[in-house]
């Protein structure tokens, strides 16, 4: 048998007593994959980015892991929960307009203390003032450096359209502007390098293309490290006591946490390691996040028919943000059809031995997304399902 059948065998015992749809979290895998971000981090702690989790009991669980320390939250409003939650460390990883949420953080001293803005425009400042409910709360205060690489005078562009601050001279005016103006505490800076930390440089197939993404990651990581270094030192130079200067991601952790400019790494998409991670020459995961969806139909020889599926991901549309049939091994879409949202026929040999009701196991493509379609995760180790917890959504959650 191989290791993949093993593990088909283990959740369809593990999960016998549940009808699919099904959402698990392998806790071997997930524990082993934090272990294996904090040998890459070589001592510097992993903040974790919630929105590649999305599951509050699962946040707690790597929190408790030695080498972890603090979120890394995608909406403010997820922020405040949260930090009302108990969390007492939430980096908000993008400018928000949520005045609400913005009126409830100026408001509450526990709130102010725990989360910290993104901001990267005084306009952002002015947003905050705004909707102030209480004068005297110090609102805490990130700045975000862009990390694309640039060349050709800027004509070509690699990375995403983040942050408009590039040099250690905007940065620094910034940092002064945020410093002299009441209600704001500058505390930390971030630099998310997605085109390293996001983008696979072994793809499947594409020996030219992989060559080329190391080539581009390599010249993105030299590039970005002097600059970085260059921007902490100018905004040290302001605001000498940062609190912490945070950087990387899942696939560029060990790179990031080489320069000496860097406190702490975010990470979170390596936990549950999705296909969209699975290319790296850097490091290997284990598939600790997966869905099942039940065999409904046999429309022929070769081919089953499951219901639903059709959970596609965001960014760039592309076959590769589509779930990927994943156990009894050999199964594939149909071209004609891809991954519907009420059935999804899937062809090959190992259809024929699919019975009615079966489940066929699935990877998602982009970690926490998977949980916007599930109200729980069910834990399994080994061959049982050792608890069910909520998702964001089956807390009545949904930030975006």
Known sequence: MTPRAADRARYDRATAHLDAPVAIVDLEAFDANADDLVRRAAGKPIRVASKSVRCRALLDRVLARPGFAGLMSFTLAESVWLARAGFEDVLLAYPSADRASFAELTSDPKLAGAITVMVDDPAQLDLVDRARERDGLEVRVCLELDTSLQLLGGRVRV????????????????????????????????????????????????????????????????????????????????????????????????????????????????????????????????????????????????????????????????????????????????????????????????????????????RHAKAGELCERFEELQLVEGDRVTATVPTYRGEGRTFL
């Not at 500058?186 to 190391?214: F, K, N, Q, T, W």
């Not at 921007?231 to 060990?254: H, I, K, M």
């Open 159 to 362: 990375g995403a359209r983040r942050s408009p601050l590039r040099s250690p001279a905007q940065l620094a005016e910034l940092a002064r502007s945020v410093d002299r103006r009441p209600g704001f505490r500058l505390v930390g800076l971030m630099a998310y390098e997605g085109h390293v930390a996001g983008v696979g440089d072994a793809v499947a197939g594409s020996p030219l293309r992989s060559r080329a993404i190391r080539l581009m990651q390599a010249a993105a990581r030299k590039e970005l490290a002097a600059r970085r270094a260059e921007v902490v030192r100018a905004v040290r130079a302001v605001v000498p006591d940062l609190e912490f200067v945070n950087g990387g991601g899942t696939g560029s952790v060990q790179h990031t946490a080489a320069e000496a400019a860097v406190t702490e790494i975010a990470a979170g998409s390596g936990l549950y390691v999705p296909r969209l991670f699975d290319n790296y020459t850097s490091f290997s995961g284990r598939p600790a996040a997966l869905f099942a969806q039940p065999m409904v139909r046999r429309p022929g020889v070769g081919v089953v028919t499951v219901l639903g599926g059709g959970y596609p991901a965001s960014g760039a549309p592309g076959a590769d943000r589509l779930p990927v049939p994943y156990l009894p091994e050999g199964l594939r879409y149909d071209p004609q059809e891809g991954a519907g949202e009420v059935q999804t026929p899937l062809l090959g040999s190992a259809a024929d031995d699919l019975l009615i009701g079966d489940k066929v196991w699935f």
